[in-house]
Nanobody
Framework: QVQLVESGGGLVQAGDSLRLSCAAS????????MAWFRQAPGKAREFVAA????????YYADSVKGRFNISRDNAKNQVYLQMNSLKLEDTAVYYC????????????????WGQGTQVTVSS
């Protein structure tokens, strides 16, 4: 089992950058696929980015490709989401998620979730 705690959200202006962090507690962090999802008010939760357990494979939603970067530090039990060139439509609560299986972009596949961190992008 793993517990996830996100941090790093805040209020920024369009075009700014922000880095989210997700700290994981528990054993065998390196065996978990990690992902970021987000949910804007009135909208369904959507996939943002994912990082494989090993091999360094990363996956992105088309809406963030080229602007966001997901990384992980298994020694620190952390996963990060570097967000650049933020847009108004990136405003959402961002959630970190983990699963002990292959990496997917489907929220239903993930077993563990953080409480979320708010990202607000203003014009």
């Amino acid at each position: 089992q793993v517990q996830l705690v996100e941090s790093g959200g805040g209020l920024v202006q369009a075009g700014d950058s922000l880095r989210l962090s997700c700290a994981a507690s528990g054993r065998a962090f390196s065996t978990y696929s990690m992902a970021w999802f987000r949910q804007a008010p009135g909208k369904a939760r959507e996939f943002v980015a994912a990082h494989s357990r090993s091999g360094g494979s990363t996956y992105y939603a088309d809406s963030v490709k080229g602007r966001f970067n997901i990384s992980r530090d298994n020694a620190k039990n952390q996963v990060y989401l570097q967000m650049n060139s933020l847009k108004l439509e990136d405003t959402a609560v961002y959630y970190c998620a983990a699963r002990q299986g292959r990496t997917t972009g489907w929220g239903k596949d993930y077993d563990y979730w953080g409480q979320g961190t708010q990202v607000t992008v203003s014009s």
